[in-house]
Nanobody, 123 residues
Framework: QVQLVESGGGLVQPGGSLRLSCAAS????????IGWFYQAPGKKEREGVS????????YYEDSVKGRFTISRDDAKSTVYLQMNSLKPEDTGIYYC????????????????WGQGTQVTVSS
């Protein structure tokens, strides 16, 4: 059974940090690109945050450059998103997704999705 399971979300104050994990099972993660997307409160669409290619090349949206770091450990079938200097506008449900993608920022190019983990940045 193919699964992606996110963890590590929670409530954090502005300026704080969280580390999200995306654990894969039921398929070989090595060959897939992984994307992190978030869904802001009250919005239906999921926006891209960061992506990592199968070769480990990282990509970031401008809103998180310099604050977030994506990494992968294929031996553990896990992808991480280190989130530093968090802002209230980072609040939302964070999803990881796996796919053979060309356009990393296009959520429709991803084949598998997790259920999401809530991140709340508030004082």
């Amino acid at each position: 059974q193919v699964q992606l399971v996110e963890s590590g979300g929670g409530l954090v104050q502005p300026g704080g940090s969280l580390r999200l994990s995306c654990a894969a099972s039921g398929f070989t993660l090595d060959y897939y690109a992984i994307g992190w997307f978030y869904q802001a409160p009250g919005k239906k669409e999921r926006e891209g945050v960061s992506y990592i290619a199968s070769d480990g090349s990282p990509y970031y949206e401008d809103s998180v450059k310099g604050r977030f770091t994506i990494s992968r450990d294929d031996a553990k079938s896990t992808v991480y998103l280190q989130m530093n200097s968090l802002k209230p506008e980072d609040t939302g449900i964070y999803y990881c997704a796996a796919g053979y993608t060309v356009d990393y920022s296009d959520p429709y190019e991803y084949k598998y999705w997790g259920q999401g983990t809530q991140v709340t940045v508030s004082s």
